[in-house]
């Protein structure tokens, strides 16, 4: 570790605030504080960071698309999304007749807090991360796919049969892409020989994962985008909304803020996907290093650590948004023979694999 | 043998678990109504419901003269306005026994051709989205405006054009015409391939359209289906080569015959169509005699007493004009055989026993338009 990347560690800056709090409160108060103060700090982070992957996706599109996209409401269109996010919280909230009130009320709930809380462990640069759990790929795994839960009450309540279609889909699509993502995640753990995300970050200082890991770690990255997009229910796996075939799937039903919030939640998941890629494969916040060229590394390190999260982010985001404007949908027999009979299968082998490279320490 | 060939009976139960796909549904493409009884996710059978936007077309001709039928026409299949009108005014024009100027009948023929190709077009863009991939529906579109383009410039309408009247055409084509029909012509060939490039090619399009509800040629006969859908299954129907009328005599092209009958062989029959057209259209469009845009005819149109018959390939498949005349200037009883109808009947047949979403996928390569149904 170089000497100048030290000057953008965020454990600099928290450590400050914490002790700052410290002096002047109770250890309980203070850390009440904090508690509040890191939720505020990222339901701000979430809602903004909603508002932009949203504009993103459609300036995204409209470059694939041939079109220019939004460019009316402010400069570049950038505020395009703040207009339709307070169109839709004066829109009318619409009571569906003879569906389960208390259920339909709580699923978008369910859906937003799984998507918040995996956020949580997402580390976005050098000390910045709200906890470092020492199992934190478990955690993320566990707490995402909560989300199913919601997407399933939302059908099920809804007393729509295009809702419940959708939803039934979407328990079948998520359930078995788990077992991929988790697979295809676990070949950096047995590499890396940690849970903690942090601790992933760390042992790819001298080299991303993708690039140590030789051909296994390529096939479970692309294992990882492929199980990852079909989980968070994105284009071409979009089947649990598939506005062709079920109108909007399982939030046919919803309006208002509440049809927001799922909305919202797909977005954000894509982003903790991304992140999530970006940090097990991709070496998280650690800059690009190449071998023995000090010259150029240490050029590298003056890139502050959340520019290089923040790129190796978008630019999966953007590979998982291009998926979905080019492709089309799959049905589902398909979705689900794609999963358990190809990338089941070779994310079982490609561990195994992976375990005798690390057994034998053939990785760099 | 037709009973063995048409097994269309319905066993409705109670237990059904029954989803309307319409009147207003995203990939219905109008007011149609689809009643789907599924199994989980297989589709059991459809049974569909017709009229939502029925305004007796038919019956509103009987109190019309020719020239004022054309406008309904196009209010039919308004993708393929042009052959809708082509089809009612080359009916009087045999009946009346008039030979409309070579000028007319080459204009016709490259009209009909741009016309299916914008149709063809739109189509393609549409069963893109059915299928999922948003992005075909712009690129389908960007190269349609250019021939409503070259419409809106010789008749000032772009979709519902009235160009056709008994006898010939309302007035000459703009001098821009063949420049810009020219210009077109090459633009569009060097995009075709994009098309092709974008969907026909990618493989989860493959797997959703290979194999998947398969018609065969015998029932393509029986249920009458024509047009593109008709030749996927190896039913040789296009009337442009079986009984020519307009300049369709005096150019080379191929009949495209699929023989797979399934949703990718459609889709194939109308990519090779677009291509065909561009080579009709090129081969008139440096051709076209100059004796005038229309025949001489009298004030008023009557025909004489009879029964007149003609039939045209639109874009999707036969429309036939059956004119019933008692001697006066409106006709008795007018019937049009819309292609559309009979298409749609044959959708339980090819999609009972598969998914939803290949219903989707059908219901998109069968290529309907609602207005043509229920006219």
């Known amino acids: 570790m170089s000497s100048t990347s030290t000057i953008y560690d965020f454990s600099t800056l928290t450590g400050s605030i914490d002790a700052s709090l410290h002096s002047w409160m109770a250890p309980g108060l203070a850390l009440t504080a904090e508690l509040v103060l890191v939720g505020l700090v990222f339901l701000t982070f979430y809602a903004l960071l909603g508002l932009f992957l949203v504009y993103l996706e459609r300036k995204v599109c409209a470059v694939i698309q041939n079109r220019y996209g939004p460019n009316r409401v402010g400069p570049m269109g950038l505020f395009q999304t703040i207009a339709d996010l307070i169109k839709l919280l004066m829109k009318e909230l619409i009571p569906i007749r003879r569906a389960d009130h208390f259920l339909f009320n709580l699923a978008p709930f369910i859906v937003i807090i799984a998507s918040f809380m995996a956020i949580a462990a997402t580390p976005f640069a050098r000390g910045l991360q709200a906890v470092d759990l020492n199992i934190g790929v478990f955690y993320v795994m566990a707490v995402s796919s909560l989300g199913v839960v919601g997407i399933l009450l939302a059908g099920w309540a809804s007393n729509s049969k295009y809702s419940l279609i959708g939803a039934m889909r979407s328990g079948a699509q998520i359930v078995s892409y788990e077992l991929s993502v988790g697979l295809s995640l676990l070949a950096v753990v047995v590499l890396s020989g940690t849970m903690q995300l942090s601790g992933i970050v760390e042992s790819q200082a001298n080299g991303w994962w993708i690039f140590k890991g030789h051909i296994p770690v390529i096939i479970s990255f692309i294992i990882f985008l492929i199980a990852s997009t079909a989980e968070i229910n994105r284009g071409p796996f979009d089947l649990a909304e598939a506005e062709s075939e079920l109108t909007a799937g399982f939030h046919t039903e919803y309006s208002g803020i509440k049809f927001a919030f799922f909305f919202l939640a797909e977005y954000i998941n894509m982003f903790i996907v991304s992140a999530i890629g970006a940090t097990v494969f991709l070496g998280g916040w650690m800059p690009l290093h190449i071998g023995n060229l000090e010259a150029f590394n240490h050029v590298m390190d003056f890139i502050p650590s959340m520019v290089w999260f923040f790129l190796k982010t978008f630019f999966l985001i953007y590979v998982i948004m291009w998926f979905k404007w080019t492709f089309p949908r799959l049905r589902i027999d398909q979705l689900l023979t794609l999963e358990w009979k190809y990338l089941m299968p070779i994310s079982l082998v490609n561990i195994v694999v992976i375990a005798f490279i690390a057994l034998m320490g053939w990785h760099f | ?375």
Not at chain 2, 38 to 56: A, C, M, N, S
């Open chain 2, 1 to 375: 043998m037709s009973e063995e060939i048409i097994k269309n009976i319905i066993v409705k139960e109670n237990e059904d678990y029954i989803i309307n796909m319409g009147p207003q549904h995203p990939s219905t493409h109008g007011v149609l109504r689809l009643e789907v009884c599924l199994q989980g996710e297989t589709v059991k059978y459809i049974v569909p419901h017709v009229g939502y936007i029925h305004r007796g077309i038919e019956k509103m001709c009987e109190a019309n003269t020719y020239p004022q039928i054309i406008h309904l026409t196009d209010r039919m299949d308004y993708l393929s306005a042009h052959m809708n009108n082509e089809a009612v005014c080359l009916c009087v024009e045999n009946a009346m026994q008039v030979e409309v100027p070579e000028r007319v009948k080459y204009v016709r023929t490259i009209l009909a051709e741009l016309n299916r190709l914008a149709s063809h077009q739109l189509w393609w863009s549409a069963f893109g989205m059915d299928l999922g991939a948003l992005t075909t529906f712009f690129y389908g579109l960007r190269d349609r405006e250019l021939i409503l383009d070259i419409f809106e410039e010789s008749f000032g309408s772009r979709l519902l054009h009235s160009f056709n009247t008994p006898g010939g055409l309302m007035h000459d084509i703009h001098p821009n015409f063949q420049k810009r029909t020219k210009d077109f012509i090459a633009y569009f060939r060097e995009k075709l391939p994009e098309y092709d490039q974008l969907l026909t090619g990618n493989i989860i399009f493959q797997q959703r359209t290979k194999g998947i509800g398969l018609l065969s040629r015998e029932k393509a006969i029986a249920y009458g289906v024509t047009g593109p859908s008709g030749r996927g299954s190896g039913f040789s129907c296009d009337l442009r080569k079986h009984a020519p009328y307009s300049a369709y005599d005096k150019v080379q092209f191929n009949e495209i015959v699929y023989t797979e009958g399934d949703t990718f062989a459609r889709y194939n029959v109308r990519m090779d169509e677009m291509r065909e057209s561009l080579n009709i259209i090129e081969q008139l469009i440096d051709n076209i005699p100059s004796d005038g845009h229309t025949a001489k005819m009298k004030p008023i149109i009557k025909l004489p007493a009879g029964e007149f018959f003609q039939r045209v390939e639109t874009a999707r498949g036969e429309l036939a004009v059956y004119i019933v005349s008692d001697g006066n200037k409106t006709p008795y009883r007018i019937k049009f055989r819309s292609p559309n109808f009979s298409n749609l009947f044959v959708m339980n047949e090819l999609a009972a026993g598969g998914k939803i979403a290949d219903l989707i996928a059908i219901s998109g390569s069968l290529d309907l338009v609602i207005p043509d149904i229920d006219r």
